[in-house]
């Protein structure tokens, strides 16, 4: 019998990634070794219960707290984003404090990070494909990316298990999905431009999905044209009906009108839904038309 993965199973159906850009307001990573983590992560190999306790304390109204590693570094580390702030904690005492702090909205101590850091989630223990597409392009770029310009890190579950690859680069929380390693010399090229790469972009937090949907659509256009990506302003949008929406931008003086249209997919989120024989129907924004007047 062959294996079904939920990333073939979502591109197979035509979901689109774009619109799915939400993330947390603030993150907080635990540098710990690859070979410990556990699902949930909060349960890693040799994590003393206090450590255990912030984590799971830490997690949920806006903020997030998983693993990195790197096979390098520190073998205890913490980093938090968006703030962008590093420390290494004497031991796991000691993190676990500052875990519960940084939780009730205090600041991590410790320098700030001067490079960009790319996230790249590899989470064999969550779901499959993260390991089977997350670990190539991870190992890409590890390879690949510049290191005074980036810092490259594998991550726990981050969601958006069947878009995998899920990456992040912060401190700016921007997501992506479906990279391949083919794309990492493109996608490291406009990063280091700061530009989005817009064939794997799932939008800009801070935006519904709809306009996330939108503006992709919208700077795709943009830069088909000869215009750059920040020349795209947008100026508002109008419900048609409760399926279709318009969004209007403007593009270096010309008005650029994106129509987007609801559509039915029947979501199987990870790898575990297919072998329950699970799914959920969504409602997901899709562009119908690009029109510029």
């Known amino acids: 019998m062959v294996r079904l993965f939920c990333t073939d199973l979502a591109i197979a159906k035509g979901e689109p990634q774009e ?5 947390a307001e603030r993150h907080l990573f635990i540098r710990w070794p690859k070979g410990k983590w556990r699902r949930p992560r909060y349960m890693a190999a040799d994590m003393s219960e206090a450590l255990q306790g912030a984590m799971k304390a830490s ?8 693993l990195v590693d790197s096979g390098d570094g520190p073998e205890l580390e913490l980093l938090s984003f968006p703030d962008g702030r590093r420390y290494v904690p004497a031991d796991q005492a000691e993190a676990a404090a500052l875990i519960i702090a940084w939780g009730e909205g205090q600041a991590l101590p410790g320098a700030f990070f001067e490079r960009q850091v790319i996230l790249c989630c590899t989470d064999a223990k969550t779901d499959a494909c993260c390991a089977r597409y997350g670990f190539p392009v991870y190992k890409a770029l590890a390879a690949c990316a510049d290191p005074i310009r980036f810092e490259v890190l594998q991550c726990t579950h981050i969601g958006g298990c069947h878009f995998a690859p899920s ?6 929380r921007d997501r992506y999905g479906r990279l391949t390693p083919a794309d990492v010399p493109a996608f490291l090229d406009t990063l280091s431009r700061g530009q989005y790469f817009l064939p794997a972009f ?14 992709i659509a919208a700077m795709r256009w943009a830069e088909g044209h000869g215009y750059a990506q920040a020349a795209v302003q947008l ?30 997919f029947d979501v199987q989120g990870n790898c575990r839904d297919i072998e329950a024989e699970a799914f959920k129907p969504v409602g ?10």
Not at 202 to 215: I, M, P, S, V, Y
Not at 254 to 259: G, N, Q
Request: with cysteine; hydrophobic share 40%.
């Open 19 to 23: 619109g799915m850009g939400a993330l």
């Open 59 to 66: 997690m949920g109204h806006g903020r997030y707290v998983g």
């Open 167 to 172: 990456v992040i680069v912060m401190p700016n």
């Open 202 to 215: 799932k939008g800009r937090n801070g935006l519904d999905e709809a306009r996330q949907t939108a503006e």
């Open 235 to 264: 100026n508002g949008t109008a419900d048609v009906s409760v399926d279709d929406m318009d969004v209007r931008f403007t593009v270096q003086g010309i008005a650029l009108s994106v129509a987007l249209t609801r559509t039915r």
């Open 284 to 293: 997901r924004w899709t562009v119908s038309c690009v029109s510029a007047r």
